[in-house]
């Protein structure tokens, strides 16, 4: 039934993980999708075309539109263990617009993902997914200031001038995402060749906002939510006082372990983004935001005259403080500086405020320095909240 496309797909040999796209030519995709193209049953049908290669493989098609009339092709091949190998995409008649292969080690663990030429064989450029973290100047083991996130990219010098480390220059933080000493900024669950990058961009924002300290970096535990017991612990044990947490999702379960592990630990402050669903927090939650934590506190974006945000999370039960971050100067993984906004940017320069107020008064409780951040606060317009708005959480006013 499957004709020529599955005589074609038996050429396509692979070697092993590090080389399974190594056979694949511009030519031969081409082809692959011309077939795929001749067997689409119906435009309604959107599902890719599958089949096997002779030694196990598969490959996988997708036109957009599903028909002969397809104006995009997107091409992934999997080795003989079901890893992906090799991503292209494919315009008509023939004309590849972008490929991206992946780099793995002898463990199958992807190393890298290579940006191909329209060659298939030139490599104009490679991206690390869990690189080495450079040697850092030395350090003090006591930390006060944490990020949780999906990684920094620890490469740039930007970023590595505002990390925490030892008196050996080790990283002060972990990847509970890989469980390893990386915590690299990476979030592959929708792509792994096109995976996404959150952490540095925020944590861009908390390096402005917090002075000179220093920054222990964590990557979250997506796989196992649970393992949040483990993260706070750990920061517990460096002495960690205020932890920015610019994420969230709709289901409480995901949260339990970590409230929990917050709730032990008082004198740790969590601020945390309110979310970016246009949506009232008292009737429709989203968490960690919406937890009942005497410890934490949930943070909204507005412009710079104190209108809420669009799509910012409001809550007058649940969340607390509406700070200016509808256009933050950031820099993102690759370096490139810009401006965005939200409330994952919004959460960070409260952080910041909250950091700079314990620096001035190192022995200021949790409780104080919510004060400090609840006595900053004016009313605001149109925006149901627990306490207020901080026009300019960049001052330090009040210290």
Known sequence: MLGRLSLFLACLAFAGPASASDSVTVERLCELVATAAQQQPSAQNAAPIELATADGGVARVTLRPPSSGWRMAIAQVEDRQGSPALLARIMPPCK?????????????????????????????????????????????????????????????????????????????????WDDDDRPFDIDPRRNIFLPLHHGTTVFSVLARESGDEPIAVYRFPAPDMCRFADLVSHMAALGVRVVNMSMGSFDPADWDCFAGAAAKHPDMLFVVSAGNDGRNLDQAPVYPAALPLENMVTVTSSDDFGRIGRGSNVGAGTVDIMVPAERVGVFDHRGVRDETGGTSYAAPRVAGLAMRFLAANPEASTADIIAFLVSRTRPASGAPLVHGWIPDPSDDFGF
């Open 96 to 176: 590849l617009v972008e490929a991206r292969r992946l780099q793995r080690d002898t463990t199958g663990a992807v190393t890298a993902v290579e940006i191909l030429e329209s060659d298939l064989a030139t490599v104009r450029n490679t991206e690390p997914v869990n690189p080495p973290v450079p040697e850092l100047a030395a350090g003090n083991a006591h930390v006060r200031l944490a990020h949780v996130d999906t990684g920094v990219n620890y490469l740039m010098p930007d970023v590595r001038e505002r990390l925490a480390s030892d008196a050996s220059g080790r990283l002060l933080g972990y990847d509970f």
